[in-house]
């Protein structure tokens, strides 16, 4: 009852990656391979140290469902596009950031199709570092179709389906690999919700078909980091997932305030609510996370909620998240007890 877990991404070691040039670089949508500080020739071995530097992290916190923490990752969103065809990453292209600022793209200028797979291998190594429930993201096919620029598809929801079949390859090489959660980070669902309404439920359901086991959509303000201006205290679209196929929907609340009687719009699926609040520099007393997950549950049942933060911590120094993380799994003891005795 009241599992916790992390949306996603963890910091990543300034051995490891130029942290002061990623907090500076805004979230990447091509690759930037100067933010990486190790030789291609040591990157593999490199990348798996950071990994088990990650889960140790997450399992001496007490989370209960762990990630690689992305480290592998210079964002989200970027590491994909390499793995497949159609795309000009070498002259991108231009789309608008949530924030409405002109961003580099990839351009899609052919057919979107997965010429390899590309977390295959990173999957079975985090298989064989923990004994916890594993969690692997993948940015979601709305949001890899607007942050592109489509010159080959007729239209928009065209290209995003085109997307979601590439998707769906990568989460079914996840669930063999032993994965037993894996999301979609779909945070422009909430940015474009009148576009979403017209193809981001489709989209979704062709990327999770034929996926068993739990499956998670996470949606998003932005980044604590990169979002600073005051946050929506409501979601522009949230009810419409409720007749997706993902059997989990992940939310930020806790910088935002949710008033979490919007979580009644999604009475099938369990809750991943955010409760840590990544823009709060102070690390939140557990009796703080505690009560946020009291005030969902007058929502929802605990047999339907998750306790995370509210988003991907990369940007955090890493002894404040991993403060954070054990306010979270302390927070999530206390209710837990409170409900049922232990």
């Not at 032993?178 to 489709?202: I, K, M, T």
Request: proline fraction near 8%; include cysteine.
């Amino acid at each position: 009852m009241l599992p916790t877990t992390v949306v996603g991404s963890f910091p990543q070691p300034e051995w490891l990656i130029d942290r002061e040039a990623l907090l500076a670089s805004g979230v990447p949508r091509v690759p930037r391979p100067s933010l990486w500080r190790v030789p291609d020739a040591r990157m593999t071995e490199a990348q798996d140290d950071a990994v088990r530097l990650a889960v140790r992290d997450m399992e001496r916190a007490g989370v209960d469902i762990v990630s690689d923490g992305e480290v592998r990752r210079e964002s989200y969103f970027n590491w994909l596009a390499p793995a497949l065809t159609g795309l000009d990453l070498e002259r991108p292209g231009t789309a608008l950031s949530r924030a409405g600022r002109p961003t580099a793209v990839p351009r899609v200028v052919g057919p979107v199709t997965r010429a390899r797979p590309a977390l295959a291998r990173q999957a079975a190594f985090l298989r064989g570092e923990t004994d916890r429930a594993i969690k692997i993201t993948v940015p979601g096919p709305f949001t890899l179709s607007v942050l592109a620029q489509n010159e080959h598809y007729p239209d928009a929801s065209s290209l995003a389906l085109a997307f979601a079949a590439v998707v769906n390859a990568e989460l079914r090489d996840l669930k063999a690999a032993g994965v037993d959660f894996v999301q979609l980070d779909e945070p422009y669902l909430q940015a474009w919700p009148d576009r979403a309404r017209e193809y981001g439920v489709a989209a979704i359901d062709r990327a999770l078909e034929g996926i068993p086991g739990p499956t998670v959509v996470h949606l998003c303000f932005g980044y604590a980091h990169t979002v600073r201006d005051k946050k929506p205290s409501g979601y522009s679209y949230l009810p419409e997932l409720e007749r997706c196929r993902a059997t989990h929907v992940s939310i930020e609340a806790a910088q935002p305030k949710l008033d979490c009687s919007a979580l009644r719009s999604l009475p099938s699926k369990t809750v991943v609510l955010g409760v840590l609040d990544l823009g709060e520099p102070a690390v939140e007393p557990a009796e703080i996370v505690a009560g946020r997950i009291r005030a969902a549950l007058a929502h929802v049942p605990a047999e339907r909620l998750i306790a995370a933060p509210d988003c991907g911590m990369k940007y955090l120094p890493r002894e404040r998240a991993l403060a954070k993380l054990r306010a979270l799994a302390e927070g999530a003891r206390l209710v837990r007890r409170e409900l049922t005795g232990r």
